[in-house]
Each structure stands twice: as C-alpha cells, then as structure tokens.
C-alpha cells in the first residue's frame, strides 16, 4: 500500500504544478508590481529620511503614487494601439516594464541628484509600472475565462504581497549593506527578471480559441470621457465619502513610520515593519476580513476597525510625547491591524456602487477620484506634523479619523439597508 500511495502523491504534485504553472506569468508581474511601487513610495520616503530630509520635502515624494490613478488617462490609447512587437497587450507589457526597468537604471545612478530629479524619475518609473498593470488587466479581460480568472486573482494578491515584502522589507532592511545603487538595481533586475514568463503567453491563440466573444470584444471603442463626467456628478456624494475616509486613514496611518524613524527606530527595523509585517497582516486580514463580515456584519467590522486605528493613533500620541520607541512599534503594528479590518468591507462597498451598466467606469471614478481627492493631505502631512510635532500631529488626527469613519458607516449601513442586504 505504501509503495501505490508514492506515486499517487508523485502524480497529485504534478498534477497542481501543472495548474498553477499557467499562473506564474501574472504572479511575476504581479510581485514586480508589489516591489517596485512598495520600493519607490515606501522605501524611498524612509531612505530620504534617515538620511536627514526634511519631513515637507518627504511628503512631496506621495506624488509618486500620483500615476496609479491617472492611468485612465492613456488607457484609450492601449486598446486603440498595438505596438509592433509582440502581441497586443504583451508588447505594452514587455514596453512598459523594460522603460521602468531602464529608468530605475537611471535613478541608481542619481544619489546625490536633486530631490526634484529624484522625483521625476519615481514619478516615471510609476507611470510605466501602472501602465504594465492596466494592459496586464486588459490581458486577463481578454484572454483568461470566466472560471478561471479568481485563481488568477489569487495570484495577483500573492504576488503584490510578496513583492511589497521584497520591495520593503528586504531592499530597506538590507539597505546598510547594499547602498542606494544596489538597492535601486536590485529593484530594476527583479522587474527584468519577472518579465520573462509573461514573453511567452500565448495571448492570439487563447484569445481566439474562446468561445464568449470576448476576444472579439477587446476592440471595442473606449468610453467617451464626456459620459465618465456623467457618471462622476451621479457619483460625487459617495467619492467625497471615500475621499474623505482614504485622506483620514492615511493622516493617522500612513506616517506611522517616519514618525518610527524620529523616535529612534533603526532604518532596517522600520523597513521590516513597513515591507513585512504590513504586507502579511494584509494578506492575512483580506482573508479573514471577508468571513467576519458575513458572521459580524459589515458596519460592525468596520466600527471594530476604526475603533483600534484610533486606539494605535492614541497610543502614537502617548509615545511620541514620552519618546518611548517600543510603545511606537506596538502602536504601528496595532494600526496595520485594526486598518487591516476595513480594507475588504470598504472595497466590496465599492464595487456594489459600482454596479450598473458602466462598472468599469464607476469603479474607476469611485476609487480614482477619491484617491485624488486625498493627495494634497497625504502630501501636506509630514510638513504638518514638523511644523506642530508628532503628538501634536497624531492628537489632531484622531477626530478628523473618527468623523470620516462615522460618515463612511451611515453611507455604508444606508446601502444595505436600501438593498435589503444583511449588515
């Protein structure tokens, strides 16, 4: 018997590496994704500032995210273009990633450059990974079926986390050893490397072989803009209930690790913390998130949440006032927690206002509009707290938090009930 259940094991292991190996393509996009925004938004912020720059100039380096949710802006002209390379969305991929790869070439070597040039190039290398994403998606639209496309998302999760933790945690946290140059072209090798499984997806044939018009339907006119204005005046109540919400969380959030840094945190630590320990209690909150919501209730979880971000924001205020680092620590990874509890109720809200002829769009204005919306705060934010102090900053932050969040609930608690579904 134990000489038959061998091979069987052999064959079951075959078997799963044969169906996850169509995955690996998106998964490595997906990790160079993860790494490289992980690496020029989060890493760069806490190199700048270990190294003495100051807290206004660090905030201006959120622009970096800037292109994220810009992309529709060129979105149009990568259905309406095929380059002559490759096929039609993996030629995109392969320009887009290779200009990203070129220009973090270019960044390595600037150092000692102004931080406006610095930033130029951040901003770039962002464009062109967003890019990859966008023709990436349109490459999963297109040419993945309809069963098939979760696992693919599964892989896309995996692959943002992992490539978070690359990014972060392991770039920043071996910066002492490695230096701005090999950590910058550490990034640009792991984007070359990961896009060398995506070069032979067969993107024609698989489009061809489907059988739901999909490939057919790839060629399709884009939306007008003049019709995503339209959608955005329906929208704008729910985008400044977002907006709102996203430009609170990062107040109270998002400068955790600087805030780390001033009271003495080691670069390294605080990078293991930013590119480690945020990315797995992600991952893991997604997971668990989804299932409390159905046990708890949508707008509980979300009172939950909210309840322990202001908690971890209390507890920053008390130790930046005492200048205790550890109690910091304590209060950044109870915010990565607690904030951890929001993420899927608040995008699941998201897409059930997306529903309706114009999904795409809708979650496009909703996500996009409001991420833009909450920039010149995320910007403002470090100047704001060199100019009142980490306690002062952290104590003004709190009701600011806790009135968005309050919002958000009734416009939350107002759908459900307004579509019968249980809280």
């Known amino acids: 018997m134990t000489g038959s259940a061998g091979p069987a094991i052999g064959t079951r ?48 380096l959120q622009l970096i995210n800037l292109p994220v949710g810009l992309t529709f802006l060129w979105a149009p002209l990568l259905d309406r273009l095929r380059l002559p390379i490759l096929g039609h969305r993996i030629g995109w991929i ?16 600037g150092e000692a450059w102004p931080l406006s040039a610095l930033l130029a190039l951040a901003i770039a290398a962002c464009a062109c990974v967003a890019t990859m994403d966008i023709a990436l998606e349109a490459l999963v639209v297109e040419t993945v079926p309809a069963e098939r496309r979760a696992f693919v998302a599964s892989a896309k999760l995996c692959g943002a986390s992992l490539g978070g933790i690359l990014g972060v945690g392991v770039l920043i946290g071996s910066y002492d050893s490695l230096g701005w140059r090999g950590a910058v072209l550490a990034c640009a090798a792991l984007d070359a490397l990961c896009l060398l499984p995506i070069l032979g997806y067969r993107e024609s044939r698989l489009r061809e072989t489907r059988s739901d018009g999909a490939g057919t339907a ?8 003049s019709g995503s204005l339209a959608r955005l005046r329906r929208l704008g109540g729910r985008v ?26 080691p670069l390294g630590q605080v ?50 006032a005492g200048r205790v680092p550890d109690l910091g620590i304590a209060a950044a990874v109870l915010g990565f ?12 809200m998201i897409y059930r206002w997306a529903q309706g002829p114009k999904p795409a769009t809708d979650y496009a204005l909703l996500f996009g509009a409001a991420f833009f919306a909450a920039m010149p705060l995320r910007v403002a934010a470090p100047a704001l707290a060199g100019w009142i102090g980490w306690p002062g900053y952290f104590a003004a932050t709190l009701p600011l938090y806790a009135a968005a969040v309050a919002w958000l609930a009734v416009a939350v608690d107002r759908t459900l009930r307004d579509d019968g579904a249980a809280r």
């Open 13 to 60: 292991v075959v078997d799963t590496l044969a169906a996850l190996r169509p995955l690996a393509p998106f998964f490595c996009l997906y990790v160079t994704f993860g790494a490289t925004l992980g690496f020029l938004s989060g890493g760069a912020p806490l190199i700048l500032r270990a190294r003495g720059v100051e807290l206004a100039e660090v905030g201006l």
């Open 94 to 109: 392969a320009a887009a990633q290779a200009a990203s790869v070129l220009l973090l070439v270019v960044l390595s070597l």
């Open 218 to 225: 790839a060629g399709a006119g884009p939306e007008r803009w």
């Open 240 to 265: 400044l209930v977002l907006g709102a919400y996203f430009a609170a969380s990062y107040l109270v959030g998002g400068p955790n690790t600087l805030a780390l840094l001033d009271l003495g945190v």
């Open 271 to 320: 990078g293991t913390l930013t590119g480690t320990v945020l990315p797995a209690v992600n991952l893991v909150m997604a997971l668990a998130a989804g299932w409390l919501a159905a046990r708890f209730g949508t707008v509980r979880l979300i009172a939950v949440g909210a309840l322990g971000v202001l908690a971890s924001g209390g507890l920053m205020v008390v130790a930046c």
């Open 337 to 348: 927690v607690a904030g951890g509890f929001l993420g899927v109720p608040v995008f699941n």
